[in-house]
């Protein structure tokens, strides 16, 4: 089993930032990958960003792509999510998610891939 904790949302204005942490316990040495999606009312939820967890290779949705940063730290057995000139439309509640088993990158974007999901943040960016 793996626990997943997220925290770090919040409201902010247009083009400012925030940093959410993922923090998991458990059986966290053999996740292969950690993942940030994010859901906005009435829609589905959205991949935003994955980081392999050996080897630190990270993917990045096209929409957060240059604003957005995903790191860990293997010591503390937390991902984070660097969120810069944030915008309207980056307002979600925002979920970490781990898998245990390798997967292409194509189904690293896919919600359905993922054993292991937080609670949610909430951030809210006012424009």
């Known amino acids: 089993q793996v626990q997943l904790v997220e925290s770090g949302g919040g409201l902010v204005q247009a083009g400012g930032s925030l940093r959410l942490s993922c923090a998991a316990s458990?059986?966290?040495?053999?996740?292969?990958?950690m993942a940030w999606f994010r859901q906005a009312p009435g829609k589905e939820r959205e991949f935003v960003a994955a980081?392999?967890?050996?080897?630190?290779?990270?993917y990045y949705a096209d929409s957060v792509k240059g604003r957005f940063t995903v790191s860990r730290d293997s010591a503390k057995n937390t991902v984070y999510l660097q969120m810069n000139s944030l915008k309207a439309e980056d307002t979600a509640v925002y979920y970490c998610?781990?898998?245990?088993?390798?997967?292409?990158?194509?189904?690293?974007?896919?919600?359905?891939?993922?054993?292991?999901w937080g609670q949610g943040t909430q951030v809210t960016v006012s424009s």
């Open positions: 998610a781990a898998v245990l088993r390798r997967l292409t990158v194509g189904l690293l974007r896919r919600p359905a891939s993922y054993d292991y």
């Open positions: 980081i392999i967890w050996s080897g630190g290779s990270t």
């Open positions: 458990g059986r966290t040495f053999s996740s292969y990958a």
